[in-house]
């Protein structure tokens, strides 16, 4: 018994760690925002503003246009999101339901093209935006955001696809359900959860993608969020901090706001509909 309890609170300990480790770069970066400007020169710096202060985000606004940065940021996250579930919802159900060799070599292309670096494929993808007439526009990133993001959301779809029981699928056929019925009442229900986390991967992955943005979006007017955060950055390198701090904050504000609104989507519901009525 004593030995249990200890392995638990070590457990707990290294979890403390571990949430700690990651949430420190938060805090910080919080912190930073609210510190006026000769905090943030000081060579004694503090864990928290002595003196809070807006300013640094009142010159970010000025400085920055960061609502139609975050508004494109915000289309193109959608959209890829959106898009990437609706495309690949279907293609895990094949894939999961019928291991024939063209959906075992779909699995295969899934691993492969997790392995190529953007550098390798930014050259060919910026010819074939160019001959559609699609650089420097948002639909074009969009384009680009579920063609990377589609392979992974693939992958976690046929795992959650796999996991439903095909007896109740089954159950419903006997019952006089046909084919969309049972999609629609029985599959779709049991799948939200995977659905779900699938949009959520493909929105953060988009909402912080920096260089696909960088190479393909020309005018400042169609510049995404992490982007823009980089002109807080001076000729030689320098930083301008608390600015800078601010609208980071600001970027990151979207992200936490999605998960909070729908983690307990991820996590609950996996028997939704699993009782026949």
């Given at each position: 018994m004593r030995t249990s309890r200890r392995a638990r609170a070590g457990?707990?300990?290294?979890?403390?760690?571990?949430?700690?480790?990651?949430a420190f770069p938060f805090l910080w970066l919080v912190s930073t925002a609210f510190k006026p400007a000769r905090e943030l020169a000081s060579l004694h710096p503090t864990w928290l503003p002595q003196d809070p202060t807006l300013d640094n985000f009142r010159q970010a606004f000025d400085e920055q246009p960061l609502l139609r940065a975050a508004l494109n940021s915000l289309v193109a996250a959608l959209g890829a999101a959106v898009i990437a579930v609706l495309i690949a919802t279907p293609m895990a159900y094949v894939m999961a339901r019928h291991r024939t060799r063209l959906a075992k070599a779909a699995t295969g292309w899934v691993v492969v093209s997790q392995a190529f670096p953007f550098v390798l494929v930014i050259i060919p993808l910026f010819?074939?935006?160019?001959?559609?007439?699609l650089i420097n526009s948002v639909a074009g990133l969009v384009m680009v955001y579920v063609v990377w993001a589609l392979p992974f959301a693939l992958w976690m779809l046929v795992g959650y696809v796999r996991a439903v029981p095909a007896e109740m699928e089954e159950a419903a056929a006997v019952d006089g359900a046909g084919k969309m019925r049972t999609l629609v009442s029985i599959t779709a229900p049991l799948l939200a959860p995977g659905i779900v986390a699938t949009a959520l991967f493909a929105f953060i992955t988009a909402w912080n993608e920096f260089f696909f943005a960088l190479v393909l979006l020309k005018t400042p007017e169609k510049q995404t969020l992490p982007v823009v955060l980089t002109h807080f950055l001076g000729?030689?390198?320098?930083?301008?901090?608390?600015?800078?701090?601010?609208?980071a904050f600001l970027a990151t504000i979207p992200s936490l706001v999605v998960f909070a609104l729908i983690q307990k989507r991820i996590t609950g519901g996996m028997l939704a509909g699993a009782v026949k009525s």
């Open positions: 457990q707990y300990a290294a979890l403390l760690a571990y949430l700690v480790f990651l010819l074939v935006l160019k001959n559609l007439h000729a030689e390198g320098v930083a301008d901090l608390g600015p800078l701090a601010a609208a």
